[in-house]
């Protein structure tokens, strides 16, 4: 590649690198000074830096980079299945064609191995407001991220075979993650129980070891429905809002898979379990008419209510996980995120929804 812009660390973020980024697209700009205003170590380090250069009027000052943790357990989990690889990816091919928010992209590269950089405007540019991974949204705000994730969903519904544009969203990297998934679950399920405490019940300690045992199953039987591109990991923290429009951050684990997914970690991490319950049934109404709006028909509610209940198995798995790793959501949040998933797992009997 012409222009070298892989960084591994928040010192590499120099003067002489964001010229090397600017000069992909505005070759005619001279940047005069990095500095860096935040660093957050988690899933992925993210850095957030003000580039001052001399075409402020072409090109945003305000810049966030995500380059690999500097946590060595987070960078072990997310580079062997090369998850900021699949965000490099995603930028590069997919996110331009997709009708939903996104933040706008100026830089990405990856390499072999662990190496990756993506460079992004900084939603703070526009004025947007980033939401934190605990904070419990208001219903018209859920509504709103239900229908642009039925837009989404609608744009490759049952696509996944016949599109051989996104051909390495199924590449032998989605299934190492798929296995590794396998092997870990039980291990680091019985971590998290054990880290957990009374958030989560005894009486669902056993049938979260049998779902860790039987996961592959499990997992195919979520997958036996229609397929479409799914974000995957759709907790508050990946939101920002544009004054009262909704988009989405944090692309690693884009994929294809069931649309209702997206909408079962959406609602069982966003709302709290009173207004979730209260709501949930209107939200997916609302959502079956997204779709439908956008052309996606024969869908029948008994069944997609069954599928949501089926799918709320993952975002309460992905919180158990996340505590077991440590150090890829700050604890506060992650016990928040997760009696939340809790709550729906009970509410919604999902157990008895899976196959175990």
């Known amino acids: 590649m012409k222009h070298n812009i892989l960084a591994r660390h928040p010192n590499d973020l120099t003067i002489n690198w964001a010229q090397r980024v600017v000069n992909i697209n505005h070759p005619d700009a001279t940047v005069l000074n990095v500095s860096i205003i935040s660093v957050d170590i988690g899933t992925t380090t993210r850095i957030r830096v003000v580039a001052e250069h001399d075409k402020p009027e072409d090109l945003p000052q305000q810049w966030f980079i995500k380059i690999p943790s500097l946590n060595w357990k987070a ?48 939603v703070a540019e526009s004025g947007a407001i980033l939401s934190k991974p605990s904070d419990a949204l ?31 969203l199924a590449s032998p990297v989605r299934c190492l993650e798929d296995r590794l998934g396998m092997v870990l679950s039980v291990p680091l399920m019985k971590r998290g129980l054990r880290l957990a405490g009374e958030l989560i019940p005894s009486t669902l300690h056993a049938p979260t070891i049998r779902y860790a045992r039987k996961r592959h199953q499990v ?33 690693q684990l884009v994929r294809f898979g069931e649309g209702i997914s997206d909408i079962s970690y959406f609602l ?48 309460f798995e992905a919180m158990i996980v996340t505590l077991a790793i440590g150090g890829m959501m700050s604890l506060e949040h992650n016990y928040k995120l ?10 919604l009997d999902v157990f008895s929804a899976i196959p175990i």
Not at 141 to 168: D, E, G, I, M, P
Not at 219 to 248: A, E, K, R, V, Y
Not at 339 to 346: D, H, K, L, N, W
């Open 219 to 251: 997992m195919n039987f979520l997958s036996g429905s229609p397929q479409t591109l799914i974000h995957h990991d759709c907790h508050p923290g990946n939101l920002f809002w544009n004054q009262s429009q909704p988009g989405l951050l944090d692309w």
């Open 338 to 347: 997760l009696s939340r998933t809790v709550a729906a797992v009970e509410d």
């Open 268 to 315: 069982s991490t966003a709302l709290e379990p009173k207004t979730r319950l209260f709501h949930e049934a209107n939200l997916l109404a609302i959502y079956k008419q997204s779709l439908e709006n956008k052309g996606v028909t024969h869908i029948d509610i008994e069944n997609m209510q069954q599928r949501y209940r089926a799918h709320l198995i993952y975002p």
């Open 138 to 168: 208001m219903v018209t705000q859920a509504t709103s991220v239900v229908q642009q994730l039925a837009s989404f969903h609608a744009c490759s519904w049952n696509k996944a075979h016949s599109n051989q544009t996104y051909r390495w």
């Open 75 to 122: 960078r072990l989990i997310t580079a062997l299945p090369r998850l900021l690889h699949t965000e490099v990816l995603f930028y590069n091919e997919l996110a331009s064609t997709i009708p939903i928010n996104v933040p706008n992209f100026l830089a990405a590269q990856s390499k072999f191995g662990m190496d990756a950089t993506l460079v992004l405007v900084d």
